[in-house]
């Protein structure tokens, strides 16, 4: 099933094309990231995606019902994430989860439940009772997440979830999201300018750049590569026969997809073997690739 539809979507600031012709399908169970520099108009998607803002030209739907039209049914199974939101500074943790989960149509008891479960998940219990305007970046970012998760919604749209958190945060957090899109099955749609993140946490990838959709991949997060650059242009011929396939030679500078069960220092001494003289060479993984290609 497709739940969220990008159709012919731009959006213009101005004169600045911000989105140009976007397309997009996310089906049920995806964990889609979109991956992209500043500026490259991911926030822009999911803007349009949660009715922030309104596009240029084309729409986007979500179950089948486009959100400029219905923003309040398209988004009725979205929990969303966008940009760091404001909170009243006076609230606490506590009062504004609580408020969160009773728009969403939380019940008495069903509220202090879910701020439980809310504020046991995203790690939140120390401070959660302090007020916000007393939150760090990062303590700020947790209790957006946990708003977007409030009532446990079978849609989360993120944007730039990890941003502000700490490692250990980070790391908190692609297991949190792993585990509701692979346990929970909900679908994800996040942005992020980290490749890590992407490979990570996602089963599908696209790339943007310039507000245009560049690449669209699965996560091949099995596949071994290796970028090597040469002093000078060889012939690399000999390394098909060990398995070694070339994805990519531009003259001095060459990408291998490795069998799994070789090692780096493997593909190292057979270049050496054979009278290559390497300058360097560094695993490199698909999307790491795709960017490179497509991100001057
Ligand atoms: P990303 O989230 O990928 O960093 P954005 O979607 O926020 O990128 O921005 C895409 C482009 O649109 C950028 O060039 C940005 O400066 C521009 N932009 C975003 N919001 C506005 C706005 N409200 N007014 C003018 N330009 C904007
Ligand atoms: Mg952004």
Request: hydrophobic fraction near 35%; charge should be neutral; proline fraction near 4%.
């Amino acid at each position: 099933m497709i739940e969220i539809e990008a159709s012919n979507l731009s959006k213009h600031y101005g004169k600045l094309e911000a989105l140009k012709h976007f397309e997009l399908k996310v089906n049920s169970g995806d964990c889609l990231v979109i991956l992209g520099p500043n500026g490259a108009g991911k926030s822009t998607f999911l803007k349009i995606s949660t009715n922030v803002v309104h596009p240029s030209s084309g729409y986007v739907s979500i179950r089948g019902t486009r959100v400029d039209e219905d923003p309040m049914r398209a988004l009725s199974s979205v929990g969303p994430l966008i940009e760091l939101p404001e909170f009243y500074p006076y609230l606490n943790g506590v009062e504004i989860l609580s408020y969160v989960c009773k728009v969403k149509g939380a019940n008495r008891e069903t509220v202090s439940s879910e701020v439980e479960r809310l504020t046991s998940e995203l790690k939140m219990t120390e401070f959660v009772k302090r007020k916000s305007g007393q939150y760090s970046r990062g303590m700020k970012q947790r209790l957006a997440l946990a708003c977007a998760m409030a009532m446990d919604p079978e849609i989360l749209i993120l944007d730039e979830p990890t941003f502000g958190l700490d490692p250990k945060g980070m790391k908190e957090f692609v297991n949190i999201i792993t585990d509701l899109n692979k346990k929970k099955r909900r679908t994800v749609v996040l942005s992020t300018h980290l490749i890590s993140e992407a490979r990570e946490i996602a089963n599908r990838v696209i790339i943007v750049n310039n507000g245009e959709k560049k690449v669209e991949m699965l996560n091949d997060r099995d596949t071994k590569m290796m970028k090597i650059s040469l002093y000078s242009p060889g012939d690399l011929t000999f390394l098909e026969s060990e398995n070694v396939s070339i994805i990519e030679g531009k003259e001095e500078e060459v990408t291998v997809k490795v069998p799994d069960k070789m090692e780096n220092d493997q593909i190292l001494s057979l270049l050496i073997k054979n009278g290559i003289r390497v300058k360097w060479a560094e695993p490199i993984n698909s999307i790491e690739q795709k960017y490179l290609e497509v991100v001057e």
